[in-house]
């Protein structure tokens, strides 16, 4: 990204030395039809510029939501398998910074919850930090069981609910 900042600064200091120093040329009228000397180039084919263009934004939809089992905190197999996704992602665009926010169902008291939550989080970022994600790009926070995503009363509801869903703070 950076890359792309300096060489789009350079290249419009270059087009406004050129404007003011060079005088503008007569305009010439063509004697004959102009030729289309455009050329299409097939999709395909990746061009030079496009392989220094700057990579797309991240969005938050991209990254996995990690559930848990009742009353836990320790990853399951599928758990690390949207984690790992997650680290690819992370590790894709090494200027995004994310909070891991750790939720619970509605069973348990607030406060349990609360530590809950934040133990889903942390267990969550230990294992990207262990995969090698810089501990300073992902912080976390615990809403326990305030911010439900099913607020049905079920097994099936609460399953959806006891999860950690990652939030870009800054790209």
Not at 60 to 76: A, C, G, H, M, P
Not at 106 to 113: I, P, Q
Request: proline share 5%; net charge negative.
């Amino acid at each position: 990204m950076r890359r792309f900042n300096v060489l789009m600064t350079l290249g419009l200091l270059f087009v406004f030395m050129m404007l003011t120093a060079c005088p503008t040329p007569p305009k010439v009228e063509p004697e004959a039809t102009p030729i289309d000397t455009s050329t299409t180039i097939p999709e395909d084919v990746v061009t030079e510029e496009e392989t220094d263009a700057p990579q797309e934004i991240i969005k938050e939809s991209q990254f996995e939501t990690v559930y848990f089992d009742f009353d836990k905190s320790s990853l399951r197999s599928d758990s690390k398998s949207g984690l790992d996704s997650n680290y690819d992602l992370l590790m894709q665009f090494p200027d995004v910074m994310v909070k891991i926010e750790g939720h619970c169902d509605e069973r348990g008291t607030v406060e349990y919850n609360l530590s809950l939550g934040e133990k889903r989080a942390t267990s969550c970022m230990d294992y990207l930090v262990g995969l090698g994600i810089d501990a300073s790009r992902i912080s976390t926070i615990s809403y326990g069981k305030e911010k439900p995503v099913d607020a049905g009363h079920s097994e099936a509801a609460w399953g959806k609910n006891r999860r950690c869903e990652f939030k870009i703070v800054s790209q």
